[in-house]
């Protein structure tokens, strides 16, 4: 999906997927000074090594803004980002890891609040280069009603 769409568009059940993304070491250094997340299991190796996983991970909020923003196209000017629900993570991204994501149209809704839109829901999944899901949300989006447009 590119361009304009407006809710009556969008088909539930329809689906993409993005390219893969490597997360590096610099991704991880970079996300801890910009959130001040420093805990070990991102940052000490040697002490990763006498966990259970044995190796350090990325955060899981780098993993959700960086999978988030692969999913980022082209601009609809008939819909906004309204936020994220049921985000979960699911399994650990490690250093070197590849990631890439899976958009599904799970739900299209009214809201009460606004009628001249609806609230359109993605099924976010993150995915590692094993087809291992990591992460799931679901991204709510805002779309105005095609109708109400042209009023």
């Known amino acids: ?3 304009e769409m407006f809710f009556e568009d969008y088909v539930t059940g329809a689906a ?4 893969g993304r490597t997360i590096t070491e ?9 959130t001040g997340d420093f805990y070990p299991h991102h940052m000490d190796a040697e002490w990763c090594k006498t966990q259970p996983f044995g190796q350090r991970m990325a955060h899981g909020t ?3 803004s960086v999978g988030v923003g692969m999913t980022a196209g082209s601009i609809n000017p008939r819909a906004m980002s309204y936020g994220y629900d049921r985000l979960r993570f699911v399994k650990p991204v490690f ?3 590849t990631i890439r994501v899976v958009v599904t ?3 299209k809704r009214d809201d009460v609040k606004r009628p001249a ?6 099924g976010l999944q993150v995915v590692n280069q094993s087809g291992e899901t990591v992460l799931v949300a679901e991204h709510l989006l ?9 009023a």
């Open 26 to 34: 610099a991704d991880v250094v970079l996300h801890a000074e910009q």
């Open 142 to 150: 805002l779309v105005e009603r095609r109708g109400e447009a042209t």
């Open 95 to 97: 250093l070197n890891d």
């Open 16 to 19: 993409r997927e993005t390219t």
């Open 117 to 122: 839109h609806g609230i359109v829901v993605e």
């Open 62 to 64: 780098l993993v959700f």
């Open 1 to 3: 999906m590119s361009g």
């Open 105 to 107: 149209i799970k739900e």
